[in-house]
């Protein structure tokens, strides 16, 4: 079964094509695909006005905000209609990005984002747009790396597993994607000093479960190279080792006000990655 509500994100930047791309692989699989296209103007500030008034500089501000919508979202649809997709619609919405793409997402099974590029996001909204979605959509993120080409994803799976809840959700949504998948690693990585994690996550072996799902999968642990190295470039690495397409894991982290505090390994992953990754927190 694949997932049959996929959300993406549209908007003209570089990193698009590729994330659009992306989700048009997924949805042809049998899902519906909802292009959104975010306008950046929180939908906080529409009911602050007094009945009847109207600021014309929002207004005209937002008529330009729009007009860039519908033109990535018209870029958007004729992707899908070359690829011959059957199910799919475009949504401009009148909101922030990270806002908008939570709320919406939540009645979706997966969202697909762009992993920010240094070199384009700098610092704002957008480039805090990934850590917002994956701590507060409630849905899957698929994060498709900035420079990525690929198009199609899935067929090589390397999952993180350390047996947490986070880690347990992530694996339990990506069914979709693993049983379509040709191989399914899960690795879990030895950090030492006392940890339980191998304890546990041996304990809370997946691959029975896994097995009446239709998936089969391998079970390996991992030490770390040395005491420095970090669960997440221990992750990358064994993903270009064994040339996974795509990485499952559990998102880490909280919010304080005005603040989003990332786990390491989940940071590193955000900042760093070489594949697509399907996070879920």
Not at 28 to 43: D, E, F, N, W
Request: hydrophobic share 45%.
């Amino acid at each position: 079964m694949a997932f049959q509500t996929i959300l993406v994100h549209v908007d003209d930047s570089p990193a698009a094509p590729a994330r659009i791309g992306v989700a048009i692989a997924l949805a042809k699989q049998g899902g519906h695909l909802i292009g959104m296209a975010p306008t950046g103007v929180s939908r906080s500030l529409h009911p602050s006005l007094a009945p009847g008034q109207t600021d014309p500089t929002l207004a005209l501000h937002l008529g330009f905000l729009r007009e860039q919508a519908h033109t990535a979202l018209a870029a958007f649809t004729a992707r899908c209609e070359a690829a011959g997709l059957t199910s799919y619609e475009a949504r401009v919405l009148d909101d922030d990005a990270a806002g908008g793409l939570c709320l919406h997402g939540r009645v979706a099974d997966v969202i697909v984002l762009s992993q920010t590029d240094p070199d384009q996001g700098g610092p704002g909204l957008l480039a805090d747009l990934p850590a917002e979605v994956v701590l507060h959509a409630g849905t899957p993120v698929l994060m498709v790396p900035f420079s990525s080409q690929r198009a199609s994803i899935g067929q090589r799976v390397l999952v993180s597993w350390d047996a947490s809840r986070e880690a347990a959700v992530a694996l339990q949504l990506a069914l979709p994607l693993l049983r379509h998948a040709s191989s399914v690693d899960l690795a879990v990585f030895d950090t030492g000093s006392g940890s339980h994690t191998v304890a546990e996550a041996q304990a809370a072996d997946p691959r029975p479960w896994l097995a009446r799902h239709g998936v089969r999968a391998s079970f390996a642990m991992h030490p770390l190279a040395h005491k420095r190295q970090h669960v997440g470039e221990a992750l990358l690495a064994l993903a270009a080792q064994k040339n996974a397409d795509l990485l499952v894991m559990g998102a880490y982290g909280h919010s304080r006000v005005r603040e989003t505090i990332l786990g390491g390994v989940t940071r590193t992953l955000l900042e760093s990655m070489t594949v697509p990754v399907l996070m879920a927190h």
